[in-house]
């Protein structure tokens, strides 16, 4: 097994030496569109062939929004206006069977502000596919049973820093968001091909008013964590040491 993984490490490297970066650019006087994504993501076939089909049917909906807002424009002498896509995707952590990825969405279509939103994908290099997070779990629920608790206490801990004291009358923007409306990735703090953090992200307006942003909430891996994880994929993870 030792042998495999070495094997399969090298192998990867290998494929991520080879590929780059992409950056697909489109400027306009109706519209500033990019969508970008790292070597690790160009270095499967898979999933740098959804992420030029996503970016070609992104842009293509984008510029129509463009165009359309552009004679919203001129009817509003707001002349010069120009909207925005930005799609940008990372990598927060990569083994030699999985792939974390996190992205960040701007885009501005005219209104008072831009907007911004987060996510985060798991891809499977052996099934050469996206899989859920849930799945590396034995049993449904326990990854929520295991951190929930931390990341709402984590959470209201950067609330209270943000807000200084300050109680919000928005029964939403006080509560822990669902885990489904986040976007959570392991996370390699330490670049040694374990995940060792799990990184929550809320997105504006999920966790509080767009004026404070996003919201991100990263939680060491404990052993009890990586004891509920499938055996197929627990030596992905390592402790984090305090």
């Known amino acids: 097994m030792k042998r495999w993984a070495i094997l399969i490490a090298a192998a990867v490297c290998s494929g991520v030496a080879s590929a780059a970066p992409v950056k697909i650019q489109h400027d306009s006087k109706a519209l500033q569109f990019s969508y970008s994504w790292p070597a690790e993501a160009a270095a499967a076939p898979a999933l740098e062939k959804r992420f030029r089909v996503e970016a070609a049917k992104a842009y293509k909906d984008a510029l129509s929004i463009a165009l359309e807002n552009q004679k919203i424009y001129r009817e509003q002498k707001r002349d010069g206006v120009q909207d925005f896509y930005s799609m940008a995707w990372s990598t927060a952590g990569q083994t030699p069977r999985l792939l974390s990825l996190q992205n960040e969405l701007s885009t501005f279509t005219g209104g008072a502000h831009p907007n911004t939103g987060y996510n985060a994908l798991l891809w499977d290099r052996r099934?050469?596919?996206e899989i859920a997070w849930s799945s590396l779990f034995r049993q449904p629920g326990s990854f929520a049973a295991l951190t929930r608790?931390?990341?709402?206490?984590?959470?209201?801990?950067?609330?209270a820093k943000r807000r200084q004291g300050e109680k919000l009358d928005l029964p939403d923007f006080n509560a822990c968001p669902k885990f489904s409306d986040l976007a959570i990735a392991p996370v390699d703090s330490n670049n040694d091909g374990r995940f060792d953090a799990i990184q929550y992200v809320a997105s504006p307006y999920t966790a509080g008013p767009y004026a404070e942003g996003a919201y991100n909430v990263t939680l060491?891996?404990?052993?009890?964590?990586?004891?509920?994880?499938?055996?197929?994929?627990?030596?992905?993870?390592?402790?984090q040491r305090q």
């Open 220 to 239: 060491p891996v404990t052993s009890q964590l990586i004891a509920a994880i499938k055996p197929e994929f627990r030596t992905a993870f390592a402790r």
């Open 127 to 129: 099934a050469r596919r």
């Open 149 to 159: 608790t931390a990341y709402c206490r984590g959470l209201d801990k950067e609330r």
